[in-house]
C-alpha cells in the first residue's frame, strides 16, 4: 500500500499528487493533513512511519516546506529509508542504491510536473541486490 501525508506547506502540492496517483489507478492512503492550517509536522510524519513499517510492500510520500523535516522525522525509525529528492533522476538513483521506502518531497520549492515525475520513478524503479541489499542491511543492524 501507498500512504502520502503532508503538514500544511506540503498539503497542495499532496492534492495535486492524490489526484496524479488516482490518474494512475494507484491505490493510496491519505493521512493527512486535510488543509493549509498550521501543523506540526511530526504527527503525520509518525503516522505514515507507523503504516509503512507495518509490511515490507508499504511505501510512503511525505511533503513539507522544505522536505528536511519530514526526512529528519522518518528516518528515525529502524526499517525506514527516506529520501529527499529534488529529480526524477535523484529518486530512481535513492530506489536503485538506497531502496529508499518513503519518497520526500518539498512543498514549497520546485514544480508539480517536478514532483510527479519523481513520483513516477520512485513507484517504477525497483532497488538492486548485492551490494546494495547488503548496505541497506547494514543500515538497519
Given at each position: ?85 529534488t ?9 536503485q ?45
Open positions: 500500500m501507498l500512504y502520502i501525508a503532508s503538514d500544511h506547506a506540503g498539503f497542495t502540492r499532496k492534492e495535486m499528487l492524490k489526484k496524479y496517483l488516482g490518474k494512475l489507478g494507484v491505490e493510496f492512503v491519505d493521512l493527512g493533513t486535510d488543509s493549509t492550517e498550521s501543523v506540526d509536522f511530526p504527527i503525520y510524519a509518525k503516522k505514515l512511519v507507523s503504516k509503512v513499517l507495518t509490511s515490507t510492500d508499504n511505501k510512503g510520500i511525505l511533503i513539507c516546506g522544505s522536505g528536511i523535516g519530514m526526512s529528519i522525522c522518518a528516518n528515525r525509525y529502524k526499517g525506514i529509508r527516506a529520501g529527499l529528492c529529480s526524477a533522476k535523484l529518486a530512481k538513483l535513492a530506489r542504491h538506497n531502496d529508499i521506502n518513503v519518497l520526500v518531497l518539498r512543498g514549497r520549492f520546485g514544480t508539480d510536473i517536478s514532483a510527479r515525475h519523481m513520483v513516477r520513478e520512485f513507484l517504477r524503479t525497483q532497488a538492486f541486490d548485492g551490494k546494495y541489499a547488503k548496505r541497506m542491511q547494514m543500515i538497519d543492524s
